[in-house]
C-alpha cells in the first residue's frame, strides 16, 4: 500500500536558523498536503502542492512537490518560536481498485531555541 | 475554528467502563475519519467513513466501534480499553473520497484526551 515517510523526525534550531522537512511517497501522488500541529493543539491545513515541480511559498514558509510527484519539501527561512510545531506532509494517492486516500507521513517535530 | 467540534474534550475511564466520543461537522463534508494520536506513533488513521458508508478500518481492536449515522456525525464507541489506549484521539472531516481530482483536504476537530486507567 501507499506509505508516506519523512525525515527528519526531530529538529532542533537556534532562532534564525533555517529549517527543512522531507518527504517521500512509494507511489505517485495526485498532490500532497502539509500540516501544522502546534503543542497541545490538533494538526491545521497549511497547503496543498498539485502540478509536479510546484513550488509555493507563505512569507518564509517554502513548499516544492517533486517532478516525480513523489517527493516534496518544506523549507522554513530564519525560525521564529512560533514556528514550534510539528509538520506533516500528507500525500493523496491511489489505493487501490477505485479507492483514493490521504496517507500522513509521521511528522517532523522541530523545536526552537530563542 | 469550529468546522469540527469534539466532545468530551478530555475523559478518564476504567478498562470496564463504556464511553462514547462524538464528532460533529459543519462544513458540508461527506468523508469522517477518526485518528489516533499518542508518543509513540504520532498520527494513526483508525477509521474512515466515505458518504456514511465504512471504507477503512486499519486493523482496529474491536474494543473500538465507530459509527456513522449520518455526513454530519462521527460516534466511536470504546469498552473494555486498556491503558495503552491512552491518547488523543482525533476526528477529521473531508469534502468526499471521489477521485484523483478531489484534494481530500482534512479539517481536524480539537480532539479527545483519553486516559485509561
Known amino acids: 500500500g501507499q506509505q508516506v515517510m519523512q525525515i527528519p523526525q526531530y529538529q532542533h534550531v537556534q532562532e534564525g536558523e533555517d529549517f527543512t522537512t522531507y518527504c517521500n511517497s512509494s507511489?505517485?501522488?495526485?498532490?500532497i498536503q502539509w500540516y501544522k500541529q502546534r503543542p497541545g493543539g490538533h494538526p491545521v491545513f497549511l497547503i496543498q502542492?498539485?502540478?509536479?515541480?510546484e513550488v509555493k511559498k507563505q512569507k518564509r514558509l517554502t513548499f516544492q512537490f517533486g517532478e516525480a510527484k513523489k517527493n516534496s519539501s518544506l523549507h522554513i527561512t530564519a525560525t521564529q518560536t512560533t514556528d514550534v510545531g510539528t509538520y506533516f506532509c500528507a500525500g493523496y494517492g491511489w489505493s487501490g481498485g477505485s479507492n483514493y486516500k490521504l496517507t500522513f507521513g509521521k511528522g517532523t517535530l522541530l523545536t526552537v531555541n530563542p | 475554528e469550529t468546522g469540527v467540534t469534539q466532545t468530551p474534550r478530555h475523559l478518564v475511564m476504567g478498562m470496564t467502563n463504556k464511553k462514547s466520543l462524538k464528532c460533529e461537522q459543519h462544513?458540508?463534508?461527506?468523508?469522517m475519519y477518526w485518528y489516533k494520536q499518542s508518543a509513540k506513533k504520532p498520527l494513526e488513521l483508525m477509521f474512515v467513513?466515505?458518504?456514511?458508508?465504512?471504507?477503512e478500518n486499519n486493523s482496529v481492536p474491536s474494543r473500538f466501534s465507530p459509527e456513522c449515522p449520518n455526513s454530519s456525525h462521527l460516534f466511536l464507541h470504546l469498552h473494555t480499553l486498556q491503558p495503552e489506549d491512552s491518547a488523543l484521539y482525533l476526528c477529521?472531516?473531508?469534502?468526499?473520497?471521489?477521485?484523483?481530482?478531489?484534494?481530500?483536504?482534512?479539517?481536524f476537530g480539537p480532539g479527545t484526551r483519553l486516559t485509561v486507567l
Open positions: 507511489t505517485t501522488l495526485s498532490n
Open positions: 502542492l498539485v502540478k509536479s515541480g
Open positions: 462544513l458540508g463534508h461527506n468523508a
Open positions: 467513513y466515505n458518504f456514511k458508508e465504512q471504507t
Open positions: 477529521a472531516s473531508s469534502q468526499a473520497l471521489v477521485s484523483d481530482r478531489s484534494t481530500d483536504t482534512q479539517y
